[in-house]
T-cell receptor, first 112, second 116 residues
Framework: DADVTQTPRNRITKTGKRIMLECSQT?????MYWYRQDPGLGLRLIYY???????NKGEISDGYSVSRQAQAKFSLSLESAIPNQTALYFC???????????FGSGTRLTVV | AQKVTQAQTEISVVEKEDVTLDCVYE???????LFWYKQPPSGELVFLIR??????QNEISGRYSWNFQKSTSSFNFTITASQVVDSAVYFC?????????????FGPGTRLSVLP
């Protein structure tokens, strides 16, 4: 099993719909992150969490919300999806050792 | 504010050529980490290397080598004798450490195409 699992892998949804992307990890890491990737822009941070009771906005949090249900689970919600939220979304985890992130395989979201 | 620049948007080389991917970063911190990640066509992100700001020694791992120069704020990545399987998007990233936290900033990526 993967260390960081994202579901779904691909999703097409309609404008205005609510959608949740889920992430679970078996690394035992405290820290979890959600990024979105757009061509030519690299990865941009949406939200991050350093533990279950800690949630922080990233660079581009507008239009998104998150929930840290447990140390191992961190979900990203789009309350009312819009077409410019079409992107590749990555969940990542990190320990306090600064050895870098472990990324999930990504969720390709298309909003039509 | 921290920033990572990868000026090369796309590079194409012929197999067996050497290629260098450039990365320039900005930070006001004295303690930071630099990373390279590879994203093959399948889409996942693969960790390649981490370097901390106090270690300027160059590193070699097989056909991969990294040149870290604090004087020019650069952390360049060279692939020697490139292969088709090296075709991917490569991201350079910077992590500043404050309190006990850690936040990454990624460059826009360089798409490398290695032609047979």
């Amino acid at each position: 099993d993967a260390d960081v699992t994202q579901t779904p892998r691909n999703r097409i949804t309609k404008t205005g719909k609510r959608i949740m992307l889920e992430c679970s990890q078996t690394k035992g890491h405290d820290r979890m992150y959600w990024y979105r990737q757009d061509p030519g822009l690299g990865l941009r941070l949406i939200y991050y969490s350093f533990d279950v009771k800690d949630i922080n906005k990233g660079e581009i949090s507008d239009g998104y919300s998150v929930s840290r249900q447990a140390q191992a689970k961190f979900s990203l919600s789009l309350e009312s999806a819009i077409p410019n939220q079409t992107a590749l979304y990555f969940c990542a985890t990190g320990g306090r050792d600064n050895y870098g992130y472990t990324f999930g395989s990504g969720t390709r979201l298309t909003v039509v | 504010a921290q920033k990572v620049t990868q000026a090369q948007t796309e590079i194409s080389v012929v197999e067996k050529e050497d290629v260098t991917l450039d990365c320039v970063y900005e930070t006001r911190d004295t303690t930071y980490y630099l990373f390279w990640y590879k994203q093959p066509p399948s889409g996942e992100l693969v960790f390649l290397i981490r370097r901390n700001s106090f270690d300027e020694q160059n590193e070699i791992s097989g056909r991969y080598s990294w040149n870290f120069q604090k004087s020019t704020s650069s952390f360049n990545f060279t692939i020697t004798a490139s292969q088709v399987v090296d075709s991917a998007v490569y991201f350079c990233a910077l992590s500043e450490v404050y309190n006990y936290g850690q936040n990454f900033v990624f460059g826009p990526g360089t798409r490398l195409s290695v032609l047979p």
